[in-house]
């Protein structure tokens, strides 16, 4: 089953990856959200794509995370994100640290699908 996160037949995927970063990493520095996330990784692709994510993140003055364990909400179902990495791209330290409080809330077993797709920046409607 194909998703939005495949690979476009054709191209390759450390540069198309690091590019879709650059770009989240700009509409987190301009305001439009507070946090962006990159594609689910697996090894090795995702340590290679880990060098240019640091820089992207510093030249828009943005807290990079990396994270391993990403909480399984209605936006990540299933094996989507399991033995992946994904790259959090935050606005500041608070944004973090309202990720973290989201993922213990959501590892005692809580829904937090709503919070995740404010943190994003997503319509309320969930139309996304």
């Known amino acids: ?3 939005h996160h495949d690979l476009p037949l054709g191209l390759e995927p ?3 990856y690091t590019g879709a970063i650059e770009a989240f990493c700009e509409m987190v520095a301009g305001g439009l959200k507070s946090l962006a996330l990159s ?15 640091v820089k992207s993140a510093a030249k ?5 995370y990396e994270e391993k364990e990403f909480p399984r909400t209605n936006l990540t ?5 399991e033995e992946k990495t994904i790259f959090l791209f ?10 973290q409080l989201l993922k213990t809330r959501a590892k ?3 829904n937090v699908s709503g919070e995740l797709r404010r943190l994003l920046g997503y319509p309320e409607d969930g139309s996304l």
């Open 39 to 53: 594609a689910p990784l697996e090894e090795p692709l995702a340590s290679q794509v880990k060098a240019q994510a």
């Open 1 to 3: 089953m194909s998703d």
């Open 77 to 81: 179902p299933g094996d989507s994100v």
């Open 108 to 110: 005692a077993g809580g």
């Open 14 to 16: 450390v540069s198309y």
């Open 60 to 64: 828009y003055g943005l807290v990079l």
């Open 90 to 99: 935050c606005r500041d330290a608070d944004v973090l640290a309202a990720y």
